[in-house]
Every structure is written in C-alpha cells, then in structure tokens.
C-alpha cells in the first residue's frame, strides 16, 4: 500500500503543477489517476487475499509440517470467469437465430456435452491451463523445462544406444576383439545415465501430475466453499453436476485429468523429438526417396488408425458418470445405513447397487469390443507394416548401391560413425563390395538403421496411441469444466434461464431461477433487525417447466432487537423455507430481504451436525482452535456453557476437551441439539434463527436454554410446533398453509386470545365424549366375555 499511496502523492502534485498546461494535460492527469487508484483498489484486494491466509499443521511421516493456504484471489475469479461461458454464437448460427433469446451464461456446460478432440475442447482445455499455469515463472513452467531436457537428452542418448549397438555387432562381426570390448564399456558407461534420465522423467511427470492437482484442487475448494454457499447451491439450485455429486468431479475426475495431461505431455513430446531427430539421422543412410516412403507410411498410418479410432472421450465421460453413479448408490446407502436396517431394506438396497454396478460393467464391456477391432488394427499397422516397411527402407543402400548420392550419403554416414576405429575402416574398404562397403560395416549399418527403425516405430506407435489418450483427456477435460463453469456460475448467483411455458396464465407468476428480481441485503445494521418487504417464499426447481413453487405469498415483516418471532404451520407450508431465503441459501426472486452480517446472526437448522474433531471442536464450531485461543475464552468458559445446556457431564463422560470420536455416533438425539445450543451461547450473535432445534429436549430443558438466549440478549427467531414456546416470543407467524396465506399478531392480542380459546374447546368437546368411550369398553368387554 506504502509504494501506492506515494505514487498517488506523486500525481496529485503532478496535477497541481500542470492546471496551466491546457486541457490535454489535464485529462492526461485524471488518467493517471483513474490508473493509480484501480492499482490501490488492486492493492488494497491483494492485502484483503493475504489476510485471508491459513496455516494449516498437517501431520506427515511421524512429525507436523505448517501449510499456509492463500486463497485465490478475487480478481482471478473475475478475470476466469469469462473463459467458463459459453462462447458467442458463429455469424451464421447468430443471424439464424436472431429472434430468439440468449442463452443464459449458466447453460455454459451445455457446450461441453459434444466430447472429442475438437475445437471446443482446445478451448476448455486452455481455460483449465490457465489455471494450473497461472503464469510464466509459476513452479509448473519450471517443472515443463526440467521434464523437456531430460527428454531431449534420452532422444539424444537413444541415438547413441544405436550407434554403438552397430559399432558392437561390427566388431563381432569383424572379429575386432578389442574394439568390441571398447564398446562393451561405453556401453555400460551409456547405461548410467540413460537409466537417471529414464527414472527422472517418471519422477517429473508425476511431480507435475502432482502440482496440476493442487492447483486445480485449491482452485475448486475456493470456489466451492466460498462466503455464497456455492457447495449447497450445486446440489439444491443447479442440475448441471448430475446425480453423481461434486465430490466424484473433484477427486476423482480431477485427479484423472491432471494424470492424463502431465502423461500426455511426455507421450506426446518425446515420440515427436524421436520422429524428428531419428528421420534426420535415418535420412542419411536411406537418401530422399527412402525418406519420402517413410513419411508416406506415417501418413497412412495416422488415415488407417483415424478411421478406425472409436470415440474414446465419449466412452471416457459416460464411464466416469457411471462411476460416479455407483459411488454414490454406496454413499447413499452408509449415510442412511440406520434407516435402512430399522426398515430392513437390505434386499431393495442390494438390488439399487446391484443395477448400478451392472450398468457400469456393460459399459465398461462394451468398451473391450469397440477396442477389439481398433487393437487388432493397431498391432497390425504399428507393428508389422511399419516393420515391414522399415525392412524396405532400410535394404535401399543394400540392393540399389549405384546410386551415386546415396552411396556418398551412406559412405559421410559410416565415416562419422566408424572414426573410433582406423585399422577397421582400412579393412573393410579392402573387402568392400560394389557397394562400397564391407560386409561387417554394412552390418553395423543394418543394425543401426534397425534400431532406429524400431525407435522409430515405437514413436509412431506411442504417438498414435496418444491420440486415445487425448480421447480420453477430452473427456476430463469437458467434466473438469463443467464444474468449473457451474462453480462459477453459482458463486456469481448465475442460473439457468428457462422460457415461460405456453400454458402458464398470464397473471400466474412464474419463479425462474434464471430471471431474479429480488435483492438479499446481509450487511444491515444489527439495530435494524430482520426485515422481508414482499418477498415471495419459493421452493427453487431447477430444470423444471413450470418454475419454482410459491410456498408463502409476499411476505412482509420486521424482526428488531428484543422482539423474539415464533413461527408455525403445518408441514410444507414453508417455515424452514424462510429461514432458507433469509439465510441465503435460496434465492430472493422479488422484494428486499434484509438481515445483519454473519457475525450477528446464527442459524441452528434441526438436523444438527457435528464436524470431525474434538470435544471442544464441536462446541466453537465453525470457529478452529487458533480461533478459540485469539478469543481469550477458556475451558472453563465452555464447562459453563455445557452446564447451560445441560451437557456439563460429557467431558467427564467422554474423556476431556481433546478427545475426539465420532461425535454423531456417540451422543444422542437430544445431547447433538443441546450442543447446537451450547454454539449459540459460545458465538452470542445479536440474532439466532431456530428451526426445530430442539425438538429432541424436554421442554423443560428447553425452557431454561431459551430463557438463558434471551438473558443474553439473542432475538429469537424460531421455527417450532410446540405451544410450551409461545412465552418465549413476542410475536407469532402462522404459515396457514392454504394457497401461501399467512398471519403476522402479537401474542396475547384478541385474535391470539380466540385462537387459544378455539384449542381449548376442541379439548374440552373430546373430554365430553370419555364417558361414552368408558361405555362402550364395558359393551366390548361384555361380549367378549359371553363369548368365553
């Protein structure tokens, strides 16, 4: 910030000094302002991202290492965001369609549905590069560079393996005893490095695999677990992630896409430098023409396997969703395992695994049968007709030694690889034939040639192979965007838009999630309580026809300090709804909600959770241990809390503060309420928002937490069915559930009053009918004792 705010000191003089030097001065100056102060606003976001930092103790191999996690910052978000839409129409496919509307930006994954090697995917694929490259002297550019030389250097010693494997076939040819022991010893001397160069390139590949997925995974989580609640939006607010989850795209398919790529890259580069440097150096022994055949022969190559090459990243995406479908029948099945058991729903569970593994295996079957024919193609081509053309290619300087050029092309190629040895070359220009060459130095060319040859083919042969790895890549690649352009999506608040359907009434509203009017204010002052001014409650639906479903009709209401609201209704009439619009989590399609900042307000939903952790974790959750030590507070601050909620016996029970367990495992129903409690008394917001919280506890247990929230001065918003609440509050919201009607009185009014006097006498007309109840046991037990 200090070099910043100097620059602009700088300018202001600048200013000063130039208000007589005319009108193009000055806007030059105000320029330079505009400039100076997007660098402030830059520096003072890059501060904001710094302090965001966390340090994180991860324990490995025995001991804890410190990781300090930076956050990506927002204006990367911003400057990505537009690589993860869906490109603009060609002129042709625009004017066509010129009367219809734009798609929205969130239908973006649609354009990822199409997989192959097209130009579509070289566009996804360079947005996912620009993030797991982010820059020129990031750590994976220097990982490329290391990768590429030791690339180019086995090239270079796989050139020299094949010039002394003829140089050793030679001499034994020629019996030369002491040159073939001269080779025997570079040999072995060759083989060190080629075997660190081998062993490094195994390392650096996945040393980049490596670094590709923590770029991408960090990306992801924070995106993902960002202040919107995009993780939640993606399973509730958005269809595109599929019934497979998030969590199979960000472990598996992510990791399957960074490991494809960092192998593509050596897949792809050393076979191209082995075609390149190998043609050059076989094109001296087998001249032009040989060289022309050689080329040929790829080309067919690449038309022959083009033909016959299924489509690989199709398959590829299909068989990941297919996975991803099986694990999540699993997931189901261990999250809801007690349910299962208590409904002894084994078999049907069995039968709902059993359906999805199958569905997975016939694919994967089908995979094996479209490689039949593609394999036998493959071998065919790579390894017999390439050999067989190679023994045409490289016989050239054997049976056709007149021609002129190429005898001196062969002869400058055997000078340059036979000057370890005079005395040979000597005899075998004194057995040579009308070729030129010896029988022992046209051996040493043969093997050579052949080595390179094979080389050869092997590069091809990776090559074309490479080209089903890039199947492959284009299929994690389009799921890897697709979460990227959802992520972004929804963490921008941006969703599919749907058309209006025909059948909708024109005064029949209809909720889009791609067409929002309304406006949720989190930051309001805390003294201005909570507020919805005509807010429909709606039920989103993403993907449906007909919109969301109106659950409450314009809500309008003000909840300030001290006025604690109880709320009522029958089942799906809304109550938890409106926690959920007030919370952020559902959209606000029209009117203005508003609500304090995070700090001032806490939700309690009514299934509680519990993180993994300690004891004491579960009692300043979402806060963290550094959290709870930069508060100043004390165990013994918590014991008075649990003793609040009348938890005071776990620690005691459990083992202590740092002991941890399965938390949702070891306490009951009503001690995993009474612990969302004991959050609420350790984070004392100025507003707490109630859904069935306790419905679980006693109600006396319950009157003294609420009692104990008010003495505190916490207003109480809360979701309840039971009567024993209303002395708690002071104002009721009654969801009546009949067309999203409802009513906003003050307890103890003349309306209150009646509808208590209404309950009153629906129970005293049921007490009337007792007596006739008693007559009629007496009749039955007098017949069945006639019957006896």
Known sequence: MAPAQSNLARSTALLTSMQTKGGAAIVGTLFALLYLRRKLAQAAQDAQDKRGARELLVPT????????IRPTKASTFARHRPLFRKPPPTPASSSASSSKPAPAPAAAGASAQRVGVNREFFRQLGAILRIIIPHATSKEVWLLGAHTTFLLLRTYLSLLVAQLDGKLVGDLVSANGRGFLEGLAYWFLLAIPSVYTNAMIRLLQSKLAISFRTRLTRYVHDLYLDRTNTFYKVVNLD????SSGADQFVTTDVNRFCETLSALYSNVSKPSLDLILFNIQLGRSIGGRGSALLLASYAATVWILRKVTPAFGKLAAIE????????????????NSEEIAFYDGAPIEKDILTRAYLRLIKHINSIFKIRILYGMTEDFVIKYLWSASGYCLISIPVFFPKAKKLAQAV???SDTSTKVDTASSVALEAASRGDGLSVSQRTQNYISNRRLLLSLADAGGRLMLSWKDLSELAGSTSRVYTLLSTLHDLSGSTYAALPRPADLAPDQPFYDLGSLNGLLVDDAPAAEG?????????APAPGVAHGGEELVKRLSLRVRPGEHLLITGGNGSGKTAIARVLAGLWPVFEGVVARPADEDIMFLPQRPYLSNGSLRDQIIYPHSYPDFAKSGKTDADLMEILRKVHLSYLPAREGGYDVRKEWKDILSGGEKQRMGMARLFYHLPKYGVLDECTSAVSTDVEGSMYQHAKDVGITLITISHRPSLFQHHLYLLRLTGDHGQWEFTKIGEADQDLSFQKEIESLKSKLAEVESWKARLTDIDDELHFKA
């Open 239 to 242: 269809s595109r992630i599929g």
């Open 61 to 68: 191999r025995g001991r804890v290492s410190k990781v300090v």
């Open 530 to 538: 909570v507020s919805f001014d005509k807010v429909p409650i709606v």
């Open 320 to 335: 990941a969703k297919l996975e991803g479908d099986f694990r999540a029948a699993h997931s189901r099945l261990i999250i």
């Open 411 to 413: 002869t400058a190629g």
